[in-house]
């Protein structure tokens, strides 16, 4: 590689089985580095953990190695996956291979670099607010974000455990979908996993690459107006152009509205923060992680590793869901947060009455300038608006790229109903021909 | 479930009057974040902060916060969530042995996790 773009944090390999058949034989893959590597350290992107090595694998690396695929490293990633940049990793920022002055999204952004940069065939990212999609998106690979509990989530190290979903990034839509093949399915390590043969109105027996075969002739499109309100005139201009397109094949679209999605930001984060604050309460220095060298008590202790170990954004989270949850405001924004979370739900319930897949640019904004948004936590968090409301309601999304605009990719993102992996990859397989 | 809050209108009430419990102070409009407050929660939270950590977090999350207001508009809604319990039989399996579970440990002592003193 004549550029190194910082994507992986470290770069191991894990043997897949040589006997293994199918598409994901001799593959190379790269993992998100929150996802747990049995004897390969699992930093997640912060100092606290910059020594860990997990005695497991998590499920989905397991599944990966028994299909032929081999690992061939961590990815880079915003530190506890909390960031849509990747620059608040501990290892230092990684660098869009579509144009090496931007970052390439996050929080997964090693895993869609390593695939832009062809360092990897596939790569696993974790999807909590968006961070498989919106790096998926700025480097121009497809990454899927899977339906709430189709993916074993043992072995991730959580963040949010309610929004998050490991999910595969690939340079096609039926590469990723491939992958998906692979991870998905229940795990008696994750309650949380469903079997498809429970789910009403669910295909029982999925075939997820078989779906990437372009044909939307019929398909109903809905364009919600809120998740193209407010973003970039050129990526809006693309993403139109794309489904335009589509429509020209066959594809019927509708106009439809998600009143509800102006909040979804808000939720999320305070959703997401107070789920933070919880999990990771869990580094304390004592079981694993860094340690601080510290005289002092129990409490202080802690208070010092945790103000050695964690960097600014995990701090940032971390307090404002402490606050969150604090006594005189839990009612004002947590349980806020949920009546929010409830109405996305529904919103989108209502709008899979009428249409089969809703289409909206994955992210408002071009790919930052590395360094750009970096001091202004907030506008960092706006970035995350047409994502963040498919976490909410637990709901299938693919990114797939669309097009240009002034030379960066632009990502189309394609939400389906639950367990409607398919639709969404079907629609997203002939954004590609 | 009953909605808290007394108030019957929202912006335009007077807002002077900061006396009161914490909840009459969550209803006023603009949510008050100091630098003692950044503190107390970091304290809570047992992170240390230093001052300059201090700063820019109250700055941020004054901002951040006043964001996070416009989730008042959101309706009370119906929240029916499809959760089924998920059971499995109580067997034994295998686990971390006790030298894996404590490979990742500062320090260890006898088989046993070695913390900080308590007090």
Known sequence: ?433 | MSDTSESTGDAGAAEDGGEGDSAAAVDSAAVAVDADAVRHVADLARVRLDDDEVDAFTDQFAEILEYFEALDEVPETERDEELVNVMRPDEVRDGLSQEEALSNAAETEDGFFVGPKVS
């Open chain 1, 1 to 433: 590689m004549s550029t190194d773009y910082n994507a992986f944090i470290t770069e191991a390999t894990i043997e897949g089985d040589a006997d293994a058949e199918g598409p994901l034989a001799g593959a190379r893959v790269a993992v998100k580095d929150n996802i747990s590597t049995a004897g390969v350290r699992t930093t997640c992107g912060s100092e606290m953990l910059a020594d860990y090595v997990p005695p497991y694998s998590a499920t989905v690396v397991d599944r990966l190695t028994e299909a032929g695929a081999t690992v061939v490293g961590k990815a880079n990633m915003d530190e506890f996956g909390m960031g849509t940049t990747t620059e608040t990793s501990a290892f230092g920022p990684t660098k869009n291979p579509a144009d090496p002055e931007r970052v390439p999204g996050g929080s997964s952004g090693g895993s869609a670099a390593a695939v832009a940069a062809g360092e990897a065939d596939v790569a696993l990212g974790s999807d909590t607010g968006g961070s498989v999609r919106c790096p998926a998106a700025f480097c121009g690979v497809v990454g899927i974000k899977p339906t709430y509990g189709l993916v074993s989530r043992y072995g991730l190290v959580a963040y949010a455990n309610s929004l998050e979903q490991i999910g595969p990034i690939a340079g096609t839509v039926e590469e990723a979908a491939a992958a998906l093949d692979v991870i998905a399915g229940p795990d008696p390590h994750d309650g949380t996993t469903r079997d498809l043969a429970d789910v009403e109105g669910a295909d029982s027996d999925p075939n997820y690459a078989a779906a990437a075969d372009g044909d939307v002739d019929g398909l109903a499109i809905g364009v919600p107006t809120e998740l193209f309100e407010g973003a970039d005139e050129r990526v809006v201009e693309t993403v139109e152009a794309a489904i335009a397109d589509l429509e020209a094949r066959g594809a019927e679209t509708t106009e439809i509205s998600l009143p509800s999605v102006e909040h979804a930001v808000q939720a999320y984060y305070v959703i997401a923060m107070a789920e933070a604050s919880s999990n990771l309460a869990r580094f304390d220095g004592v079981r694993y992680g860094d340690r601080a060298d510290s005289d002092g008590n129990w409490n202080e202790s802690f208070a010092e590793t945790r103000e050695q170990g964690f960097g600014a954004e995990v701090k940032r989270r971390i307090l404002l869901g402490t606050y969150a949850l604090s006594a005189g405001y839990h009612d004002k924004y947590y349980q806020k947060a949920q009546d929010a979370r409830a109405w996305v739900r529904q919103d989108f319930e209502d709008a899979f009455a009428d249409v089969d897949v809703i289409a909206s640019p994955t992210m408002p904004v071009l790919p930052f300038e590395l360094g750009e948004s970096l001091d202004d936590p907030l506008r960092m968090y706006l970035a995350d608006a047409n994502t963040t409301p498919v976490n909410l309601a637990n709901l299938p999304a693919i990114s797939v790229p669309a097009g240009e605009a002034d030379g960066l990719p632009v990502g189309l993102q394609f939400v389906g109903p639950k367990f409607g992996e398919e639709t969404v990859i079907r629609a997203a397989s002939a954004v590609e021909e």
